[in-house]
């Protein structure tokens, strides 16, 4: 149980309070790896350290414990294996995993029907908005929980940034903001060929793309987030 409600918080964490790196690579099979390092901030390790009084008890430390949980949480799809974590100090964390294809990942998920990601035989898109953001709780079941959505875009919508920031100062105090507003997603996306286009992501070499966005952006959508690549 402790693993269970500390890996829901690490990946609250993850969309709220946190810089996150993601690098994937796509071979040109359609399996393909990821290798994320995570920073969290200090203000969120109090918090977590705080939450912790209530959790029964153990040697591990929280944020270790809700690492190790997602991780095992992905090795459940059967698309995914070498799933592996490590703490490389000063709250920061490197999670990496393989997987088949990105259709039978989604597959596993249970997402064979959405909107959010379409893969054609050389090109890549993403798209979330608030109208398809009922599918990604789909394919991200912590989503859903009502410990989550109340920092999430569905109970928000509409909310402006200023606005969201008072209400983070109102349940997690002065320091709140701030750690949200320092939150920020970049996927650094490497194709099996040189890429030929973009939209909404920068090349950063002739097969590597970058996508980010501060995490904020993610909590209110506003506005879409979306990116597509192609590739020869």
Known sequence: ??????????????????????????????SGSSNTEIHVEDFF?????????????????????????????????????N???????DNNYRVSFSFASIASLLSDMGAENQSIFALADNSLSFSLDINNYPELKQLVPFLADPNFEVYGPEYNQGMSEADYLDMIYFLLGEDGPEAVTNGEVEVL?????????????????ENTASFA???????????PLSFSISWE
């Open 1 to 30: 149980m402790r693993k269970i409600i500390a890996a829901t918080l690490f990946c609250a964490l993850v969309l709220s309070s946190c810089q996150v790196t993601e690098s994937l690579s796509l071979a040109s099979d359609g």
């Open 45 to 81: 390790i109090t918090v977590l350290q705080d939450f912790s009084e209530f959790l029964p008890g153990s040697d591990t430390s929280i944020m270790d414990s809700a690492i190790e949980g997602y991780v095992n949480s992905l090795e459940n799809a059967e698309a995914v294996s």
């Open 83 to 89: 799933g592996s974590w490590e703490s490389l100090g």
């Open 189 to 205: 996306l490497t194709v099996p060929g040189t890429i030929t286009a973009t939209q909404g992501c920068t090349a950063v070499s």
């Open 213 to 223: 966005f501060p995490i904020i952006d993610f909590l209110l959508l506003n506005a």
